[in-house]
T-cell receptor, first 115, second 111 residues
Framework: DGGITQSPKYLFRKEGQNVTLSCEQNLNHDAMYWYRQDPGQGLRLIYYSQIVNDFQKGDIAEGYSVSREKKESFPLTVTSAQKNPTAFYLC??????????????FGDGTRLSIL | KQEVTQIPAALSVPEGENLVLNCSFTDSAIYNLQWFRQDPGKGLTSLLLIQSSQREQTSGRLNASLDKSSGRSTLYIAASQPGDSATYLCAVRGSARQLTFGSGTQLTVLP
């Protein structure tokens, strides 16, 4: 089945530690996105990438880093500079075709907590 | 900066009722609007996408409308079922290909 796989489902971070969240898609989508969701709130964009080896900051990029070495993969690193990392992290992907945009498809998320 | 508001934040209805969820946005220069469903602890499932040139989209018991000039969209759910219980999120896409999300409406359909 085609889809987006996020791992791990749950992740715990110690103080001062960097952690990396995995996102893989086999939908052959061009664009990939990382969002953060806090309780009772909508999603906020962290980073997005429309092509391999290129990515742009979203609204809340501070304390996060990404890479896009392969079309299928878009890992997110939560660095020690992110002082409030506890949240639900969602990865999404979409085609880039035409001016109006294509629907974004989401993975099942990774819940990050601080030890 | 685009802002998306969803009212009400929570809604509880008896099974079988028809219901409407509301979404409003401040900047009418959008490319599309997407409605999602989110079950507890899960990712988002895309329900409907309305392009800026369209007025509505339908899928089964769901109908979404878009009025760009007034900055509003509604999601109509016909003959609600307990399995419809979830949080419903709307999101609008601007020129930067970014989605701006509302905070969602948490729907509970009582058997």
């Amino acid at each position: 089945d085609g889809g987006i796989t996020q791992s791990p489902k749950y992740l715990f971070r110690k103080e001062g530690q960097n952690v990396t969240l995995s996102c893989e898609q086999n939908l052959n989508h061009d664009a990939m996105y990382w969002y953060r969701q806090d309780p009772g709130q909508g999603l906020r964009l962290i980073y997005y990438s429309q092509i391999v080896n290129d990515f742009q900051k979203g609204d809340i990029a501070e304390g996060y880093s990404v890479s896009r070495e392969k079309k299928e993969s878009f890992p997110l690193t939560v660095t020690s500079a992110q002082k409030n990392p506890t949240a639900f992290y969602l990865c999404a992907s979409s085609l880039i075709r035409g001016p109006d945009g294509q629907p974004q498809h989401f993975g099942d998320g990774t819940r990050l907590s601080i030890l | 900066k685009q802002e998306v508001t969803q009212i009400p934040a929570a809604l509880s209805v008896p099974e079988g009722e028809n219901l409407v969820l509301n979404c409003s946005f401040t900047d009418s220069a959008i490319y599309n609007l997407q409605w999602f469903r989110q079950d507890p602890g899960k990712g988002l499932t895309s329900l409907l996408l309305i392009q800026s040139s369209q007025r509505e989209q339908t899928s089964g018991r769901l109908n979404a409308s878009l009025d760009k000039s007034s900055g509003r969209s509604t999601l109509y759910i016909a003959a609600s079922q307990p399995g419809d219980s979830a949080t419903y999120l709307c999101a609008v896409r601007g020129s930067a290909r970014q989605l701006t999300f509302g905070s969602g409406t948490q729907l509970t359909v009582l058997p």
